[in-house]
């Protein structure tokens, strides 16, 4: 019995999160919730930022900028602004004579990665099935 009583209500919540999900699709004006989408990862230079780093231990400057085809200038930006918020980390230091700028993905930017991937999941199979 018990069994079933957490099937049910894993159901429901389910179909209340795909609600909310669809409400939001249907009605674009209405603002989401933060927890709905992150909005700083949205963003998709800074995506692409967070996501290379999350399959690499660290990259360079250089690395990321050939990776995201970005300019200097917006790839510091963006690098900034996800480094503010604490998902990346910057470390600055030379190779000989060289400024090397390497970044690493915190804790904090795997963690809302993986929170923004679940609600980009559930908001396609809301779509798929709506």
């Known amino acids: 019995m018990a069994k079933s009583s957490a099937?049910?209500?894993?159901?429901?919540?389910?179909s209340r999160a795909r609600e909310t999900i669809l409400q939001s699709v249907r009605n674009p004006a209405?603002?989401?919730?933060?927890?709905?989408l992150d909005r700083l990862i949205h963003e998709h230079v800074r995506l692409g930022i967070?996501?290379?780093l999350a399959v690499n231990r660290a990259l360079t400057f250089n690395e990321l900028k050939a990776l995201l085809k970005a300019s200097?200038?917006?790839l510091s930006v963006h690098a900034r602004k996800l480094e503010e918020a604490d998902y990346i980390v910057c470390e600055?230091?030379?190779?000989?004579r060289t400024p090397k700028t390497?970044?690493?993905l915190t804790a904090a930017g795997r963690k809302a990665?993986?929170?923004y991937l679940n609600h980009m999941e559930a908001l396609i199979r809301a779509t798929r099935e709506g």
């Open 72 to 74: 200097d200038g917006n």
């Open 7 to 14: 099937a049910r209500q894993e159901r429901v919540q389910r």
């Open 102 to 104: 390497e970044y690493r």
């Open 92 to 96: 600055k230091s030379f190779d000989g």
């Open 30 to 36: 209405r603002e989401a919730a933060p927890a709905d």
């Open 113 to 115: 990665l993986e929170r």
């Open 50 to 52: 967070v996501s290379a």
